[in-house]
């Protein structure tokens, strides 16, 4: 069964640097999406993308964030400058076509850890 | 979006049928009931959703209410695989860009 890939599955960083987390999502969807989960706590939503353009953001996806689909293939987020808070699990999901009858295919998560 | 309540753990016998409950009374004609579930260490995974009509497919069952104001997620026979966090989430005309708003769930332990 296809499915969503990301890399690294783990990622170390200092405060301060930039990270780039990279997603494969599934090669026929069209809409793409990243949530971020801090340990023990609930799955957040980020961002939501399609068409080369951002659908919706929340409050939590600041100017720090920003996400690109560089080629036909990657959905990549950038953290510009990690804060020790953006230490999360960081997953990322994809659909074929967006509604509130569709289901959502996610990766298996990249943790970031900001030291 | 409207909101749902769900038991925060719930125990079962490998083997044995599961129900996990949720309530959403303030649910509204438009919205769909799905679940999800995370299992350790890993992205959550749809299982199932609905509108109205009781669902059924591979992973699970997924029982309505006539009302709409409750549902039930339904495992045959839970198996140690199906130990997880189980997320009911309701999807309305305002959540169509892919927004799913998680609770904290249900944790389900499953005993040998």
């Known amino acids: 069964e296809p499915e969503v890939t990301q890399t690294p599955s783990h990622q170390v960083t200092q405060m301060g640097q930039e990270v780039i987390l990279r997603c494969v999502p599934i090669?026929?969807?069209?809409?793409f999406y990243w949530y971020r989960q801090i340990l023990g706590q609930k799955v957040e939503f980020l961002v939501s993308?399609?068409?080369?353009?951002?659908?919706?953001k929340s409050e939590i996806f600041d100017d720090q964030f920003s996400v690109e689909r560089p080629d036909g293939s990657n959905f990549t987020l950038k953290i510009r400058s990690t804060k020790l808070e953006d230490s999360a699990m960081y997953f990322c999901?994809?659909?074929?076509?967006?509604?509130?009858?569709?289901?959502?295919?996610f990766g298996s998560g990249t943790q970031l850890s900001v030291l | 979006d409207a909101k749902t309540t769900q038991p925060n753990s719930m125990e079962s016998n490998e083997e044995e049928p599961v129900h996990l409950p949720c309530n959403h009374s303030?649910?509204?004609?438009?919205?769909?009931i799905h679940w999800y579930r995370q299992l350790p260490s890993q992205g959550p995974e749809y299982v199932i959703h609905?509108?109205?009509s009781n669902v059924n497919n591979r992973m699970a069952s997924l029982a309505i209410a006539e009302d709409r104001k409750s549902s039930t997620l339904i495992l045959h026979r839970a198996t140690l695989r199906d130990a997880a966090v189980y997320y009911c989430?309701?999807?309305?005309?305002?959540?169509?860009?892919?927004?799913?708003?998680f609770g904290q769930g249900t944790t389900l332990q499953v005993k040998p």
């Open positions: 999901a994809s659909t074929v076509r967006d509604g509130i009858n569709e289901k959502l295919f």
């Open positions: 090669s026929n969807h069209l809409y």
């Open positions: 993308f399609y068409n080369n353009e951002i659908s919706e």
């Open positions: 303030t649910i509204s004609g438009t919205d769909y």
């Open positions: 609905g509108l109205t």
């Open positions: 989430i309701l999807r309305g005309p305002s959540s169509n860009t892919g927004k799913l708003i």
